[in-house]
């Protein structure tokens, strides 16, 4: 996947992440906690 790509989506689910935590869906979960859970070693095993 090339950089471009990759940038594009990661500022796509940034901003989708953004819009739910502004309507409530995230109550609590922070984007730093949700990057540092993404970062784990086992989510390339999901």
Do not use: N
Not at 15 to 39: I, T, V, Y
Request: charged share 25%.
């Amino acid at each position: 996947m090339g950089d471009e790509m990759l940038k594009s989506m990661m500022k796509a689910m940034r901003g989708q992440l953004e819009a739910d935590a502004a309507a409530g869906k995230l109550a609590g979960l922070a984007l730093d906690d949700l990057a540092d859970a993404m970062s784990h070693p086992k989510v390339a095993l999901w």
